[in-house]
C-alpha cells in the first residue's frame, strides 16, 4: 500500500491515521511523577520526526524497537516551535515499500564513484595507489556507495559517505594552489579513506542503526584497523603510519573520539575540510530541511547555536538586496 503523508508534508494541527514509517529511535522513559511515557523517532525517505506517546496511549501501541515499520496514529503539536507526533496509536507492520522509508542522497552515486575513482587515478605515489585499489575492492565499493556518513548529524542516508567524501575532494582542490608544499597524494588519500570504518559502524536497513561492533569500537579504530590489515607488505612502514594517523585524528580532538590530535599539515587538511562538509550540511539541512518555518531554527547542538532563515537565500529574492 503506497504512503499518502511524508513527513515532510505535516504540519502542526494536522491528523494522521494508519500512516506508515520507520522507527529510528525508541526510549521508555517517566516523568517527575513517574508517569510513563515513550519517546519515539520515525523517519521515512523525506527525513525524520519527534514523538511522544503518553501514558494513556501506551496500551494501544505496540512495543517496538530500532528498524521495526509500524502503522501511525498521532496529532502533530508543535514543540519547540517544531512540529512533534503525539501518538495514540502505533501498530507494528509488514507491509511496506522500503524506497518509501529510505532517505537517498540527491546526487548521482555512480557519478560521484567515479570521479572518487579518477582522484585515485590522480594519485601519483605507487604505494598510496596501492593501498586505494587494495581497500576498495568489489564488495567494498558496492557498500562505500550506499553507506551514510553518520546515524543523524550528517550525510545520514543511503550514498551519504560517498558524498561527503567527494564533497571534500572537491573543497580540496582549492588547497593545491596556496599551498604548494603539502603532499596532495596524502591529502587525497586521507581524505578518501579517513570514514572507511563507518562501513563497519552502521547498518542500512529501513533506517541507519548502528551495529554492534560499531557501538563498542566507533568508526575511527575500525577504520585504522581495515587500512593497516589492507595496506600492501612493501609499504614503508612511515608513510603507512602518516595514513593512518590521518585516520585517527581526522575529528581533530579528543574529546570528539580522535585518540591523537593532527600533526601533520596533511591530517591538518583533512580534518579541517571534514569539519567543513559536516557542518555546512548540519547548517544547510536544518535550515532547507527542517519542518519548521520560523525565522529561526530550534538549537542545533551540534553547532551550539540556533539557525537563521534568511529571507534572502533565495536567487531570485537575492536580485533585489537593496544594498
Known amino acids: 500500500m503506497k504512503k499518502k503523508l511524508y513527513i515532510t508534508d505535516l504540519k502542526i494541527g494536522d491528523s494522521i491515521f494508519g500512516e506508515t514509517f520507520a522507527v529510528k529511535g525508541y526510549k521508555r522513559a517517566a516523568t517527575r511523577n513517574n508517569k510513563p511515557f515513550i519517546d519515539i523517532e520515525l523517519a521515512d525517505n523525506s527525513g525524520t520526526i519527534k514523538g511522544k506517546i503518553w501514558s494513556d496511549d501506551i496500551s494501544a501501541c505496540d512495543r517496538v524497537t530500532e528498524g521495526d515499520v509500524v502503522e501511525v496514529t498521532a496529532t502533530i503539536e508543535d514543540f519547540m516551535n517544531a512540529p512533534q507526533m503525539k501518538i495514540t496509536n ?9 524506497s518509501e522509508l529510505q532517505q537517498k542522497t ?6 560521484m564513484w567515479q570521479d572518487i575513482e579518477k582522484t585515485i587515478e590522480e594519485v601519483k605515489n605507487p604505494h598510496l595507489k596501492k593501498l586505494l585499489n587494495a581497500v576498495f575492492d568489489e564488495e567494498t565499493v558496492g557498500r562505500f556507495k550506499n553507506s551514510p556518513a553518520a546515524y543523524k548529524v550528517h ?34 588519500t586521507g581524505l578518501i579513506l579517513h570514514d572507511i570504518g563507518k562501513l563497519e559502524e552502521f547498518e542500512m536497513t529501513t533506517t541507519i542503526t548502528f551495529t554492534n561492533k560499531g557501538k563498542l569500537l566507533g568508526h575511527i579504530y575500525l577504520g ?13 612502514e612511515d608513510l603507512l ?10 575529528s581533530g580532538q579528543k574529546e570528539y573520539g580522535s585518540p591523537v590530535v593532527p600533526m601533520t599539515g596533511e591530517a591538518m587538511a583533512v580534518h579541517v575540510i571534514d569539519y ?4 555546512i550540511r548540519i547548517a544547510y539541512s536544518q535550515i532547507h ?6 525565522q529561526f531554527t530550534q538549537y542545533v547542538p551540534q553547532l551550539g547555536t540556533e539557525l537563521y532563515r534568511s529571507p534572502y537565500t533565495e536567487e531570485a529574492i537575492n536580485e533585489d538586496i537593496p544594498f
Not at 502505533?90 to 522500503?98: A, G, M, R, V, W
Not at 567543513?276 to 557542518?279: G, I, Q, T
Open 289 to 294: 530541511g527542517d519542518l519548521g518555518s520560523e
Open 155 to 188: 550525510h545520514n542516508y543511503i550514498g551519504g559517505l560517498l558524498e561527503h567524501t567527494w564533497e571534500m575532494v572537491k573543497m580540496s582542490e582549492s588547497i593545491k594552489n596556496h599551498y604548494p608544499k603539502l603532499n596532495m597524494d596524502m591529502i587525497r
Open 106 to 111: 540527491e546526487f548521482d552515486i555512480d557519478k
Open 224 to 236: 585504522a584497523e581495515i587500512v593497516k590489515h589492507r595496506a600492501p607488505k612493501d609499504m614503508p
Open 241 to 250: 603510519n602518516e595514513v593512518l594517523h590521518i585516520v585517527l585524528s581526522h
Open 90 to 98: 502505533l501498530k507494528k507492520t509488514n507491509i511496506f515499500e522500503l
Open 276 to 279: 567543513a562538509s559536516s557542518h
